[in-house]
């Protein structure tokens, strides 16, 4: 069954929004909560001081999306590094994707960005197991230099799994385009794109979109070096 991470900064008091637990009530989820360290502090001390409140807090967190659905973890970290703590974390566990956590109501449409360096046929799986038959339209959108025989196609896949689906092309930076077409979508399914400079200069794409529109951002991880690898050898 399709597998999201959902990192939540637990001793920080953050929360997961209804419409999220509800969202994913067709998934299982693994609730990872984490506490970013201070610089010198052991992670022992931590957890001997944390454990136990971060432990209650996430079970009542897992509780919540079982009462949605789906099956439901929980685990906990102290790191001193978020973000490589959740990519560590998503590929151990080998989740098909990972949350970023943002406020919104019931989900009636979802907003899902093609572009070319992302596993479109990921994503549209993704989207398939997430809906799961559910009255949640969904609109496909392409910016930069995304063909729009790839719009297309992607629309006609989720139209055959009885998805409602709209498409949109859009000109100019897919950043920006993204943006502007959030108002009337409760939240977005976006893939995971490789590391790059301007990743590295402004910060993950996904994160940004979840800081531009504070409803939650759901991303698809790519595969793998090894699952290509798999891949290239089947096809040989």
């Known amino acids: ?3 999201v ?13 209804s419409g999220l637990i509800d969202l994913l009530g067709t998934v299982n ?15 022992d001390q931590a957890r001997a001081q944390f454990e136990e409140r971060a432990t209650s807090a996430l079970e009542d967190i897992a509780e919540e999306f079982r009462a949605a659905g789906g099956d439901a973890y929980h685990r906990l970290v102290f790191t001193g590094d978020r973000r490589q703590t959740i990519d560590r974390v ?6 098909d994707a990972y949350a970023v956590t943002g406020a919104t109501g019931a989900v009636d449409r979802l907003l899902v960005p093609l572009s070319g360096s992302v596993a479109v046929s990921r994503i549209l799986a993704f989207v398939e197991s997430l809906v799961g038959g559910r009255p949640i339209g969904v609109t496909l959108l392409a910016a930069g230099s995304v063909p729009e025989s790839r719009l297309d196609e992607s629309a006609a896949t989720l139209r055959e799994a009885d998805i409602e689906t709209e498409t949109r092309m859009a000109a ?8 502007e077409a959030i108002p009337g979508h409760d939240a977005v399914v976006m ?11 402004f910060g993950e794409e996904s994160e940004r979109v979840a800081a531009a529109t504070v409803g939650p951002v759901l991303v ?5 070096a090894e699952e290509v690898s798999e891949s290239e050898a089947e096809t040989q």
């Open 90 to 95: 998503a590929a151990e566990i080998g989740v």
């Open 191 to 201: 893939g995971e794109a490789a590391p790059s400079l301007a990743s590295l200069l």
């Open 220 to 224: 698809v991880r790519r595969e793998s």
């Open 29 to 43: 989820v693994t609730v990872l909560g984490y506490h970013v360290l201070p610089e010198q502090t052991p992670p």
């Open 5 to 17: 991470l959902v990192p939540v900064a637990v001793l920080d008091g953050e929360t997961v929004s």
């Open 1 to 3: 069954m399709t597998h």
């Open 172 to 179: 100019g930076d897919p950043f920006d385009a993204l943006v």
